[in-house]
């Protein structure tokens, strides 16, 4: 039998999230500081800058396969194994990691306990595929744990312009299956942008979009149908998603170029 206080809030930290069998571990307030330290701490926690874990409760129910890495406990009757299925599957997941710079060999939890994963600042989501109609398309570096009832799989660029114009690979991950996906967002929750597609298009200027449907055709296009009028419009290429699915879209992480109200006098 396990007993522990993970799931029980404290003075320090308390449970914020929920799915499946992950949940997220959120420490309100940082209490291992120094005096030197305790300013910074302070003033990083009324920002949303704060520790997290992400916790997986297993129950001889199937496993979870996590970043190479990242466990920090295991509790209780669990087992790690490596999710290579064999030489074919290897030499496989070593091209893929090459072309997308995950790591080749994930370690697979399973059996009957709890799993605690490393402290994070980054900030945590949870994604079933089921709102993704089964595969979803993720950016380089997010994974960081899933259901072992999901494949990760390498999906190339339908256009080469999406890759040169658009400043991006050629090739990105791709988690196709059922479960919950945790993933490492650069922004919060709260900051994304959700668009779910029926047959339709967004165009978003840049690199913004951190995720989407492996349905949706990614191209990079003008906005306008001349050179000329994209550049009299004042706008270039924009990233264009089209077809039925959902994109998660990241406004403010890279807006380096988004004005600085001037100081009065």
Request: contains cysteine; charged residues 20%.
């Amino acid at each position: 039998m396990i007993r522990t206080n993970l799931f029980q809030p404290t003075d320090a930290h308390k449970i914020v999230a929920e799915a499946g069998r992950f949940s997220l571990l959120e420490y309100e307030r940082d209490l291992s500081i120094t005096p030197d330290t305790a300013s910074t701490a302070f003033f990083a926690s009324q920002m949303n800058v704060r520790k997290k874990q992400v916790i997986a409760k297993l129950n001889n129910d199937g496993g979870v396969i996590v970043q190479a890495g990242a466990m920090q406990l295991m509790i209780g009757q669990l087992q790690a194994a490596t999710n290579i299925k064999g030489a074919g599957d290897l030499m496989k997941k070593l091209i893929g990691s090459k072309v997308t710079g995950e790591t080749a060999v994930k370690p697979r939890y399973e059996g009957t306990g709890i799993l605690v994963l490393e402290p994070t600042y980054r900030y945590i989501l949870f994604e079933n595929l089921e709102n993704w109609n089964g595969s979803m398309v993720i950016e380089d570096g997010m994974f960081l744990a899933c259901d072992d009832s999901m494949d990760m799989k390498v999906t190339a660029r339908s256009t080469l312009s999406s890759a040169v114009l658009g400043n991006e690979g050629l090739f990105n991950t791709a988690l196709v299956g059922k479960g919950v996906a945790v993933l490492e967002s650069p922004v919060p929750a709260e900051e994304l942008i959700t668009v779910d597609l029926d047959k339709d298009v967004v165009c978003i200027d840049g690199s913004m979009a951190i995720a989407w449907s492996s349905s949706l055709e990614f191209t990079v296009e003008r906005t306008t149908k001349t050179l000329i009028g994209s550049a009299a419009s004042g706008e270039g290429l924009v990233h264009v998603y089209r077809g039925t699915g959902r994109v998660l879209i990241a406004p403010v992480a890279q807006n380096y170029g988004i004005s600085v109200p001037k100081p009065t006098k």
